[in-house]
């Protein structure tokens, strides 16, 4: 969500007159669009605010902007611990950026901007993406549950709705631009239609996309088990273009642990629902989130956790030492577990997770896939140049470059049989055909860089 969020932010900005910094280029505008999901995040922004404090001196007339998750957490605070930011805008009020720069110019004086409600859906306003074949599309935003553990709800506020023709409408402006695939984004994905009284509103959203002409590949994230619904299952298994993976957070598989979470689903559930995943889509690699360490976590409640780990064989697991959130119900409960109990349990998780992977991904030598590349470096192992990119089920595939054909573009889809097995990738080395796309014209006539954005990149005016 952050990473959509910044495409649009980086979209004001350009639309504003702002072009981007030059990798060797001092930027005369930097911003920072935050989360607040784990400490580290807050961490990592005071970090690198004291970085700036020389180049902003060394450079008069910098600007300095912090938006998102963590500005509207800490509000004030931001001014307080690094004063020489210029602006502090939430994650209400992104359409507000440009503005609040040139008022802390003219004015020569921070402003902070937080709005306590969304303004303006951010769909609304200019992307600029950097993925010329893939966009994320927000179905909704906020969240109406109220997990101990998560501090989202109280930054992004509940749940609002698009109206299907509008989402509708901006993935067909994607496709015609060259897009093949389409990310459906919500905080609680497939609890969309919620706003406008329609529970089986996400499933008929998945069934319209799949009549979108030109659009190749349709993923959502992130579902939450508790609506996870039959129609849901079943739209995935008859639309072509909604890819065979599930992101499907677990968090934790004791069911104690869960009712402490108020994650309201339990270990069953959960279990009965990839079960039912599977017997549909026999091919889908289902992930998923792990917390280790909730307050009130024991041994066999862990044991619960690896059981289910287990069980569901992900094909891979973001996981996650419990993080402490100010302001939300975990923080003050009893039983904080120590830090060295989680991170040995941690380690035994990840263990376990790495080896279920590497057999999943075992499984896969010797199928044919078709690779949907993600950058156009070439890079080299064993004196193979192989491209990145993924499956259609979402594994990370590097895949060779055929010397006949040469290196593909960014937006090609490759055809290949997979050769080579990792805990984290796959290798395909055998190369059956190449697809050149309109996605992969687009690279070439912009030469833009491929791949996700993973921060906001810096400007200059």
Same mark, same amino acid.
């Given at each position: 969500?952050?990473?959509?969020?910044?495409?649009?932010?980086?979209?004001?900005?350009?639309?504003?007159?702002?072009?981007?910094?030059?990798?060797?280029?001092? &930027?005369?505008?930097?911003?920072?669009?935050?989360?607040?999901?784990?400490?580290?995040?807050?961490?990592?922004?005071?970090?690198?605010?004291?970085?700036?404090?020389?180049?902003?001196?060394? *450079?008069?007339?910098?600007?300095?902007?912090?938006?998102?998750?963590?500005?509207?957490?800490?509000?004030?605070?931001?001014?307080?611990?690094?004063?020489?930011?210029?602006?502090?805008?939430?994650?209400?009020?992104?359409?507000?950026?440009?503005?609040?720069?040139?008022?802390?110019?003219?004015?020569?004086?921070?402003?902070?901007?937080?709005?306590?409600?969304?303004?303006?859906?951010?769909?609304?306003?200019?992307?600029?993406?950097?993925?010329?074949?893939?966009?994320?599309?927000?179905?909704?935003?906020?969240?109406?549950?109220?997990?101990?553990?998560?501090?989202?709800?109280?930054?992004?506020?509940?749940?609002?709705?698009?109206?299907?023709?509008?989402?509708?409408?901006?993935?067909?402006?994607?496709?015609?631009?060259?897009?093949?695939?389409?990310?459906?984004?919500?905080?609680?994905?497939?609890?969309?239609?919620?706003?406008?009284?329609? =529970?089986?509103?996400?499933?008929?959203?998945?069934?319209?996309?799949?009549?979108?002409?030109?659009?190749?590949?349709?993923?959502?994230?992130?579902? *939450?088990?508790?609506?996870?619904?039959?129609?849901?299952?079943?739209?995935?298994?008859?639309?072509?273009?909604?890819?065979? *993976?599930?992101?499907?957070?677990?968090?934790?598989?004791?069911?104690?642990?869960?009712?402490?979470? =108020?994650?309201?689903?339990?270990?069953?559930?959960?279990?009965?629902?990839?079960?039912?995943?599977?017997?549909?889509?026999?091919?889908?690699?289902?992930?998923?989130?792990?917390?280790?360490?909730?307050?009130?976590?024991?041994?066999?409640?862990?044991?619960?956790?690896?059981?289910?780990?287990?069980?569901?064989?992900?094909?891979?697991?973001?996981?996650?030492?419990?993080?402490?959130?100010?302001?939300?119900?975990?923080?003050?409960?009893?039983?904080?577990?120590?830090?060295?109990?989680?991170?040995?349990?941690?380690?035994?998780?990840?263990?376990?997770?790495?080896?279920?992977?590497?057999?999943?991904?075992?499984?896969?030598?010797?199928?044919?896939?078709?690779?949907?590349?993600?950058?156009?470096?070439?890079?080299?192992?064993?004196?193979?140049?192989?491209?990145?990119?993924?499956?259609?089920?979402? =594994?990370?595939?590097?895949?060779?470059?055929?010397?006949?054909?040469?290196?593909?573009?960014?937006?090609?889809?490759?055809?290949?049989?997979?050769?080579?097995?990792?805990?984290?990738?796959?290798?395909?080395?055998?190369?059956?055909?190449?697809?050149?796309?309109?996605?992969?014209?687009?690279?070439?006539?912009? =030469?833009?860089?491929?791949?996700?954005?993973?921060?906001?990149?810096?400007?200059? &005016?």
């Amino acid at each position: 969500m952050n990473v959509h969020d910044s495409e649009r932010l980086a979209g004001l900005l350009e639309d504003a007159g702002y072009v981007r910094a030059g990798e060797d280029e001092q &930027a005369d505008v930097v911003v920072f669009n935050t989360c607040a999901v784990r400490e580290n995040a807050d961490n990592r922004l005071y970090g690198n605010l004291s970085h700036l404090v020389p180049v902003k001196a060394a *450079h008069p007339g910098m600007q300095i902007a912090v938006g998102g998750c963590l500005a509207q957490k800490d509000r004030g605070e931001i001014l307080a611990k690094a004063p020489w930011v210029d602006v502090v805008f939430g994650t209400h009020n992104i359409g507000a950026l440009p503005v609040l720069l040139e008022r802390a110019r003219i004015e020569q004086e921070a402003q902070v901007e937080i709005a306590e409600a969304l303004e303006v859906f951010p769909s609304t306003l200019p992307s600029r993406r950097d993925s010329v074949y893939s966009a994320w599309v927000s179905v909704s935003v906020g969240c109406n549950n109220t997990c101990t553990f998560c501090i989202v709800p109280a930054l992004r506020g509940t749940e609002k709705d698009r109206r299907p023709g509008d989402i509708l409408a901006e993935v067909h402006a994607l496709v015609g631009e060259g897009v093949l695939e389409v990310t459906l984004l919500g905080q609680n994905v497939n609890a969309y239609g919620s706003e406008f009284g329609d =529970r089986g509103a996400f499933a008929k959203l998945l069934r319209a996309c799949g009549e979108v002409d030109g659009l190749e590949r349709l993923r959502f994230t992130s579902p *939450h088990p508790r609506d996870f619904t039959d129609d849901v299952i079943d739209a995935m298994a008859s639309t072509p273009n909604v890819m065979p *993976h599930l992101h499907m957070p677990l968090q934790s598989g004791s069911d104690a642990v869960l009712q402490r979470m =108020r994650r309201s689903y339990r270990q069953q559930r959960y279990l009965d629902i990839i079960a039912r995943v599977r017997e549909s889509l026999p091919d889908a690699a289902i992930t998923t989130d792990v917390i280790v360490g909730f307050p009130g976590e024991s041994e066999e409640d862990f044991d619960q956790t690896l059981h289910v780990v287990r069980e569901a064989r992900f094909a891979s697991a973001f996981t996650f030492q419990y993080s402490k959130r100010p302001g939300t119900p975990a923080a003050s409960m009893d039983g904080q577990v120590p830090h060295d109990v989680v991170q040995e349990r941690y380690e035994r998780l990840i263990d376990l997770v790495n080896e279920i992977s590497w057999q999943e991904n075992l499984a896969q030598v010797g199928r044919t896939v078709d690779v949907l590349v993600a950058n156009g470096e070439g890079r080299k192992d064993d004196q193979t140049a192989r491209l990145s990119g993924r499956a259609a089920d979402n =594994r990370l595939v590097h895949v060779a470059v055929d010397p006949v054909v040469g290196p593909p573009r960014p937006g090609d889809v490759v055809t290949a049989e997979v050769t080579h097995a990792a805990p984290h990738h796959l290798v395909a080395d055998r190369v059956l055909a190449v697809r050149r796309t309109r996605a992969g014209d687009v690279a070439d006539q912009s =030469r833009a860089p491929a791949g996700v954005m993973l921060g906001l990149p810096s400007f200059r &005016a």
